[in-house]
């Protein structure tokens, strides 16, 4: 095929493995990967999982003849979510590789790996010496395995986990409608509802990697239409959206009404501390201010964190955190291996909704304090140069204090915003949170005319 170390390192990104198959990612590249996989991280045996993409069989088979190739046993657990692959290498104490390119289109696949108790390998922890690996492996002829593959079904298992993880026993009848997104959660969904009174509408649960309803992504407000109206022609008590191997979930309320990840990380960060009373709980740097005010509140430790799920992880791990939530609807548990499970998020939010007689968006009133802007993407040829014209306009204002834990984030008497770089791309991203609508939308559009010249 002739790829060289240039042409992975596409395709390796700083948490994953992503690029368009065939042109980027093969099964020749998968099966190099694989043997690289043991190699590096030394593995007796592993486990794969996979979703529902055309191309997911033929790369995690492919995967598994170049592990099978260096004397490593292969568990393949078929199709699941990537919080599945997470249960999988937490119960079964091994490493793990999710086959899935989230919500990306269809031509699109990749890998999410872990090491044993679903550590994340990212950049820092080994990716980039399987990458370099892969690359010396490319076009050199596999060995004949000596190693097995064995399939193993464990979504039962895994639904029967995240149940055992909530207290669920005062729900009430529940009517929900959940958008999978012709994604994982078609499978994973009907399974953790299963034995709960809850009346299940599905949208789109048909496994299908072409998507052929709408992208399987919730953090686009449009994907979210189909869902908003049928909670409302349903008459249902909530929604939920999600993402394409389902470890990200979006609510939705009574009203068809979106609900900030934000909102749901202060809920489920109260239900946990008084769970572990005094617990610390991570949030990202662009959570909402209210989500430490509550978790004081409740006498918990908030933790911030720059943005990204590697970070969150890392801190978890070190302070003991019970949860952490991000913007984007990720939301990791101390008890599910400190990794991310939408699905588990979902329970949790059920479980209160079902535990008490109010709708959902009373429920959760008071956990929205703040008007949000969402993450506002500006395309600037020198972020650098922006960034430091808006620190320049609001360098001399009383009461303004400046921090660059990621990018830069301002906060004055009743508003906060951040500015931070792609790391991929010639973007910077706003996120501004304001004590009213009017508050912020005067701010962030402060920022916006600076960050693009107008």
Same mark, same amino acid.
């Given at each position: 095929?002739?790829?060289?170390?240039?042409?992975?390192?596409?395709?390796?990104?700083?948490?994953?493995?992503?690029?368009?198959?065939?042109? #980027?990612?093969? !099964?020749?590249? /998968?099966?190099?990967?694989?043997?690289?996989?043991?190699?590096?991280?030394?593995?007796?045996?592993?486990?794969? /999982?996979?979703?529902?993409?055309?191309?997911?069989?033929?790369?995690?088979? &492919?995967?598994?003849?170049?592990?099978?190739?260096?004397?490593?046993?292969?568990?393949?657990?078929?199709?699941?979510?990537?919080?599945?692959?997470?249960?999988?290498?937490? +119960?079964?104490?091994?490493?793990?590789? *999710?086959?899935?390119?989230?919500?990306?289109?269809?031509?699109?696949?990749? *890998?999410?790996?872990?090491?044993?108790?679903?550590?994340?390998?990212?950049?820092?922890?080994?990716?980039? #010496?399987?990458?370099?690996?892969?690359?010396?492996?490319?076009?050199?002829?596999?060995?004949?395995?000596?190693?097995?593959?064995?399939?193993?079904?464990?979504?039962?298992?895994?639904?029967?986990?995240?149940?055992?993880?909530?207290?669920?026993?005062?729900?009430?009848?529940?009517?929900?409608? &959940?958008?999978?997104?012709?994604? *994982?959660?078609?499978?994973?969904?009907?399974?953790?509802?299963?034995?709960?009174?809850?009346?299940?509408?599905?949208?789109?649960?048909?496994?299908?990697?072409?998507?052929?309803?709408?992208?399987?992504?919730?953090?686009?407000?449009?994907?979210?239409?189909?869902?908003?109206?049928?909670?409302? /022609?349903?008459?249902?008590?909530?929604?939920?959206?999600?993402?394409?191997?389902?470890?990200?979930?979006?609510?939705?309320?009574?009203?068809?009404?979106?609900?900030?990840?934000?909102?749901?990380?202060?809920?489920?960060?109260?239900?946990?501390?008084?769970?572990?009373?005094?617990?610390?709980?991570?949030?990202?740097?662009?959570?909402?201010?209210?989500?430490?005010?509550?978790?004081?509140?409740?006498?918990?430790?908030?933790?911030?964190?720059?943005?990204?799920? +590697?970070?969150?992880?890392?801190?978890?791990?070190?302070?003991?955190?019970?949860?952490?939530?991000?913007? +984007?609807?990720?939301?990791?548990?101390?008890?599910?291996?400190?990794?991310?499970?939408?699905?588990?998020?979902?329970?949790?939010?059920?479980?209160?909704?079902? @535990?008490?007689?109010?709708?959902?968006?009373?429920?959760?009133?008071?956990?929205?304090?703040?008007? &949000?802007?969402? !993450?506002?993407?500006?395309?600037?040829?020198?972020?650098?140069?922006?960034?430091?014209?808006?620190?320049?306009?609001?360098? +001399?204002?009383?009461?303004?204090?400046?921090?660059?834990?990621?990018?830069?984030?301002?906060? @004055?008497?009743?508003?906060?915003?951040?500015?931070?770089?792609?790391?991929? !791309?010639?973007?910077?991203?706003?996120?501004?949170? @304001?004590?009213?609508?009017?508050? *912020?939308?005067?701010?962030?559009?402060?920022?916006?005319? !600076?960050?693009?010249?107008?």
């Amino acid at each position: 095929m002739g790829l060289e170390l240039g042409d992975l390192a596409k395709i390796f990104k700083a948490y994953d493995v992503r690029g368009v198959v065939p042109d #980027e990612f093969d !099964e020749e590249i /998968a099966a190099a990967v694989g043997a690289a996989f043991v190699e590096v991280t030394r593995a007796s045996a592993l486990v794969v /999982a996979r979703d529902m993409r055309e191309s997911s069989g033929p790369l995690s088979a &492919a995967f598994a003849r170049g592990a099978t190739a260096r004397g490593a046993d292969v568990i393949d657990a078929g199709l699941g979510s990537t919080d599945l692959l997470y249960y999988a290498s937490g +119960s079964l104490g091994l490493p793990g590789v *999710m086959f899935t390119a989230s919500h990306n289109p269809a031509r699109y696949n990749g *890998m999410k790996m872990c090491r044993a108790g679903a550590v994340p390998i990212s950049g820092d922890t080994g990716l980039v #010496e399987i990458r370099d690996l892969a690359a010396r492996l490319l076009g050199t002829p596999l060995p004949a395995p000596t190693g097995a593959v064995t399939e193993k079904n464990l979504v039962r298992g895994y639904a029967d986990h995240l149940k055992s993880l909530v207290d669920l026993s005062g729900l009430r009848p529940l009517k929900v409608v &959940a958008d999978a997104g012709n994604g *994982m959660a078609g499978l994973t969904v009907p399974e953790a509802f299963a034995g709960l009174p809850i009346e299940l509408v599905p949208l789109y649960f048909e496994l299908d990697g072409t998507f052929p309803n709408h992208e399987a992504n919730p953090l686009v407000l449009e994907n979210l239409s189909d869902l908003r109206a049928a909670v409302v /022609a349903h008459g249902a008590d909530a929604g939920l959206a999600f993402d394409g191997d389902a470890d990200r979930c979006w609510v939705v309320d009574e009203r068809g009404e979106s609900v900030s990840p934000s909102t749901i990380t202060a809920l489920v960060a109260a239900r946990e501390l008084a769970k572990h009373p005094g617990a610390t709980i991570i949030h990202n740097l662009i959570t909402s201010a209210g989500v430490p005010e509550i978790v004081r509140e409740h006498g918990g430790v908030p933790a911030r964190t720059r943005v990204g799920h +590697s970070f969150i992880k890392a801190e978890m791990a070190r302070t003991g955190a019970v949860f952490g939530g991000e913007h +984007s609807a990720h939301y990791y548990f101390r008890d599910f291996w400190y990794a991310d499970s939408g699905l588990l998020a979902a329970l949790h939010v059920l479980a209160a909704l079902g @535990g008490q007689d109010r709708p959902l968006s009373e429920l959760l009133a008071g956990y929205a304090r703040y008007a &949000a802007s969402g !993450e506002i993407n500006s395309e600037v040829a020198d972020q650098a140069a922006a960034t430091d014209r808006v620190r320049a306009v609001f360098a +001399s204002r009383d009461g303004v204090r400046f921090d660059e834990l990621d990018g830069l984030t301002v906060t @004055g008497p009743n508003w906060w915003f951040n500015l931070r770089p792609s790391n991929t !791309e010639p973007l910077l991203r706003l996120n501004a949170e @304001g004590a009213d609508a009017d508050t *912020m939308a005067a701010v962030r559009d402060e920022v916006l005319r !600076e960050v693009r010249g107008i």
